[in-house]
C-alpha cells in the first residue's frame, strides 16, 4: 500500500523567502514517482514538479525544488524567493506499482506574507 | 487550449436524487480519472480509465457508476445521492497508464451539495 503524510496543515512565508514543505511516504515498490500539485483558491489542480525513485539529482522547476532523500523516505518542496500568488494549498502525490493509482498527501496550505 | 472540461461546476442534490457529471478532455489522452477530494482527506480515486473501452474501481467506488463515452469523455454518475457525497469532485487525465513520470491534467472541479 501506499502513503503519503504532509504533516504541515499550514503554513506561513514572509514575501522573497524560502519555504520548504515536508511531505514523507511509504512504499514497498521498488520504483515510483513523486510529484507536487498547487491549488489556489480558484480551486485547479496545477502540476509543479516530478522526481523518479530512481532519479540521481534532485529534480528543480524554476522556484520550484524538490529536496529528495529517498533512505528517508521524504521529498519535501522548495520554493525559493516566495511570491504572494504562491499562496494555495499544496499537495505531494505518488504513483507506483501498476501506475493508475496516484495516492495524494492531505495537503499544506501556504500563506504568502507581504 | 481547453485541456479538461468538467460540468457543472456547482450542484445542489436532495437525497436520493440521480445525476451525471460530465468531463471531456481535447489533448487525445488515454487514461481518464474521478477523484473526489473532502478537507482534511486529500485526493481519493473513485474511478479510473486506463484506456477507451475500459474502466476500473479505485479507492472509493462505492455509490458511483461511471462510463467512458469515447477517448474524449468520462462521466461519472450517482444513481442515488447521499450527504456523504458531498464533496468536490475532479475529473483528470494522462496520456497514458504506461510510465510513473505520467503527469495528471485537471478539470476545474465540481462542487457537490447533497441536503
Known amino acids: 500500500a501506499q502513503k503519503i503524510t504532509q504533516t504541515q496543515p499550514g503554513m506561513f512565508v514572509q514575501e522573497k523567502e524560502a519555504v520548504t514543505l515536508d511531505c514523507t511516504y511509504d512504499?514497498?515498490?521498488?520504483?515510483?514517482?513523486l510529484f507536487w500539485y498547487k491549488q489556489p483558491s480558484s480551486g485547479e489542480m496545477i502540476f509543479l514538479i516530478y522526481q523518479g525513485s530512481y532519479d540521481q539529482q534532485n529534480a528543480t522547476e524554476g522556484r520550484y525544488s524538490l529536496n529528495f532523500q529517498k533512505a528517508r523516505k521524504s521529498a519535501n518542496l522548495v520554493i525559493s524567493a516566495s511570491q504572494l500568488g504562491d499562496s494555495a494549498m499544496y499537495f505531494c502525490?505518488?504513483?507506483?506499482?501498476?501506475?493508475?493509482?496516484?495516492?495524494f498527501g492531505t495537503g499544506t496550505k501556504l500563506q504568502v506574507i507581504p | 487550449n481547453a485541456g479538461v472540461t468538467q460540468t457543472p461546476k456547482f450542484q445542489v442534490l436532495k437525497t436520493g436524487q440521480s445525476m451525471t457529471l460530465q468531463c471531456a478532455q481535447d489533448m487525445n489522452h488515454n487514461s481518464m480519472y474521478w477523484y473526489r477530494q473532502d478537507p482534511g482527506m486529500g485526493l481519493r480515486l473513485i474511478y479510473y480509465s486506463a484506456s477507451e473501452g475500459t474502466t476500473d474501481k479505485g479507492e472509493v467506488p462505492n455509490g458511483y457508476n461511471v462510463s467512458r463515452l469515447n477517448k474524449r469523455e468520462f462521466s461519472l454518475r450517482l444513481e442515488s445521492a447521499a450527504p456523504s457525497q458531498t464533496s468536490v469532485y475532479f475529473c483528470?487525465?494522462?496520456?497514458?497508464?504506461?510510465?510513473?513520470?505520467?503527469?495528471?491534467?485537471f478539470g476545474s472541479g465540481t462542487q457537490l451539495s447533497v441536503l
Open positions: 512504499t514497498s515498490d521498488p520504483s515510483y514517482g
Open positions: 483528470a487525465s494522462s496520456e497514458s497508464l504506461k510510465a510513473l513520470n505520467e503527469k495528471l491534467f
Open positions: 502525490a505518488m504513483r507506483g506499482k501498476g501506475y493508475q493509482k496516484v495516492t
